[in-house]
């Protein structure tokens, strides 16, 4: 296995990403339209915070079946703004760091995503599944 591999050639360079200032309905609709289960929180390009679907079925999860999308919508945005919901001050890893750190960081974190920054600026994401096909990769 290549662990002196950069995360840069394993990361997800094309981002799905939330600025601060959304309504948190703009979440749910990413979740659901886009199949990632990790959204970083930018404002700008500097990277704020991290929402996960976890994170989000813990504001929903009652109010899923009861609702149609529009009126469950409606009482998230009215509640909740991303900061409240998001991680902030998120565990990164910079983009000049290793596979083998990023495997180390999200093996014993408790989480399955590692923003990637160049300084404040967010320029990737690194998931559990991401280490896992290079893995497959490699063998």
Known sequence: M???DPVSNVMTKTLVTLDINEPI???RQLFETSGVHHLPVVSGDELVG???WTDF?????????????????AVLDHTYKLADVMQKNPTTIPVSGMVRDA????????????PVV????LV???TSTD???YLVEQY
């Not at 504001?59 to 009126?71: A, C, W, Y």
């Not at 960081?105 to 399955?112: D, I």
């Not at 160049?118 to 600026?121: S, Y």
């Open 103 to 114: 495997a180390h960081v999200l093996a014993n974190g408790g989480f399955h995503s590692l």
């Open 118 to 121: 160049d300084g404040k600026k």
């Open 2 to 4: 290549k662990k002196n």
């Open 124 to 126: 990737g994401l690194i």
């Open 131 to 133: 280490l896992i096909r």
């Open 50 to 52: 991290i929402m996960s």
């Open 57 to 73: 079925l813990r504001i929903s999860f009652g109010e899923f079946g009861n609702q149609d999308v529009r009126s469950l919508d």
């Open 25 to 27: 309905s703009k979440a």
